[in-house]
């Protein structure tokens, strides 16, 4: 029988009855399967910051000694109540889950207020506490939604177990893959569900290592560590051609196979079909990755494997990232000297923990292409100016756009490209291909975004052009 590690995403877990039905109780038998869940939408974003606007969350408060951060937990926990109330109609289940997440919000708060206390004495900063406190704030999202899954299924009858990874109870301890083996070993999946949390507390700390992207990075590793025969992730729409919400839902197609070549180009734009570290762990132990639609379960949904070759060389998927930084950096004296320029601008961009999605460079100059929150961008900006005060820099907003195949022709994509971007009225800003014939990337201004994913889509996705580019 097929052995499955899934994921189900943070989207989906809001729409809990669609879950229930299309994924838990669709299989004859529920066993021979663990899932990896998220926290229900926008709860991270609470706890942490938003992951798009940068909007502060319970962490971002405190680190800014904002004392509204006591406010955001008590609206934290009625919004987490209101969550239950809306999963369990029996009253008993209700309390049962209203008094675990309380419990966890409550034991949270006093701890941060005992750290603040602390770091009142001048041998104690908040800065040296901040990573830890950021970790365990992380935990409770999916600590909460797993919680509410496994006592759910057990209301069905179902044997699911509560898998908890978070560390909060501290009886788990070493690196991840020690954490995970210690937590499976009792654990029989052909008569027990896991319902696992997507955060681990480990010596090499999630959060710290893989930021945001830390419950694929548990979801692969338990699919490694325990020898799974596929892993599924669960998301809210198909791995398809272009986003839905840009070309139109009737215009897309789901991508159906590929390989990690293309997963990890995906992920460098933010558009993660997997994180390329998980990705990683799936591609070395030959796990084969589906991903589903929540909201279609009869359809199969993109499989993505080590071994998969396409048959004709194709364009599989337009994808893009807006609101992208330019950082251009010029100077007629850089000659010889651009890898230590580049090495020092490396150096601001990992301290101001900004995202870099791509780069470019000739003699006498160096543009990175950056995203990040705007405070965080501006500092870069600034710290940038600072360091090279002889050398012109610019900095303005930006879309990239790749064209990504598992194998293409790059001349062709890019020629086809371009022609099919000026005739919609759009100049390229930059093209960029490489030997590696698996994407070609435009730059066009951020204003035309949506315009260019459109011309882009149209010209590689219509009747006459799915036939292979050659």
Not at 171 to 197: C, M, R, Y
Request: glycine share 6%; charged share 20%.
């Amino acid at each position: 029988m097929t052995y499955t590690v899934e994921k189900i995403g943070g989207t989906s877990m809001s729409a809990f009855d669609a879950v229930l039905d299309n994924i838990f109780l669709r299989p004859a038998s529920p066993y021979n399967r663990v899932f990896v869940v998220s926290a229900y939408g926008g709860i991270t974003d609470a706890l942490l910051e938003c992951k798009r606007t940068g909007e502060p969350g319970i962490y971002q408060l405190v680190a800014k000694r904002d004392d509204s951060w006591i406010e955001a937990f008590h609206v934290l926990k009625q919004r987490l109540q209101l969550i239950n109330g809306n999963m369990f109609a029996d009253p008993l289940s209700r309390t049962r889950a209203d008094n675990f997440i309380c419990s966890r919000v409550d034991e949270a708060q006093n701890c941060i207020t005992n750290i603040l206390a602390t770091c009142q004495y001048g041998q104690f900063t908040l800065r040296q506490y901040l990573p830890q406190i950021r970790e365990f704030l992380s935990s409770i999202g999916e600590a909460h939604s797993a919680f509410n899954t496994a006592l759910k299924l057990r209301t069905l009858d179902i044997n699911a177990r509560f898998v908890d990874l978070s560390g909060w109870d501290n009886t788990l301890q070493g690196n991840l893959d020690s954490v995970i083996s210690s937590a499976f070993k009792d654990i029989d999946v052909s008569t027990e569900l896991p319902i696992v949390t997507g955060y681990a507390y480990c010596d090499e700390g999630l959060m710290k290592t893989y930021d945001r992207g830390y419950s694929e990075i548990t979801f692969s590793r338990i699919a490694c560590n325990t020898s799974a025969d596929l892993a599924i992730i669960h998301k809210e729409y198909h791995l398809s051609s272009a986003d839905p919400r840009i070309v139109g839902p009737e215009n897309v197609l789901p991508i159906g196979q590929s390989n990690f070549d293309v997963a990890d180009q995906l992920a460098n734009l933010g558009m993660e079909a997997i994180h390329p570290n998980a990705a990683s762990g799936l591609r070395q132990n030959n796990i084969p990755l589906q991903i589903k639609n929540t909201f279609e379960p009869e359809h199969k949904g993109t499989l993505i494997s080590k071994a998969y070759q396409p048959e004709a060389q194709k364009i599989e998927i337009i994808a893009g990232k807006n609101k992208v930084f330019a950082l251009h950096i010029f100077d007629q004296a850089m000659v010889g000297k651009i890898d230590n320029v580049s090495y020092e601008l490396m150096e601001i961009i990992a301290d101001e923990r900004v995202n870099l999605v791509g780069k470019e460079m000739n003699a006498n100059s160096i543009t990175y292409y950056l995203s990040g929150a705007s405070k965080s961008l501006n500092q870069m900006l600034y710290r940038a100016e600072k360091r090279f005060p002889h050398s012109t820099i610019t900095g303005h907003m930006v879309a990239l756009i790749s064209a990504i195949g598992s194998e293409i022709n790059t001349n062709t994509t890019l020629s086809k490209g371009v022609l099919a971007l000026m005739s919609h009225d759009i100049s390229p800003i930059a093209v960029h291909s490489s030997m590696r014939n698996v994407n070609v990337q435009f730059v066009v201004k951020d204003n035309v975004y949506e315009n260019a994913i459109r011309a882009l889509h149209q010209e590689f996705f219509s009747k006459q052009a799915r036939k292979q580019v050659a």
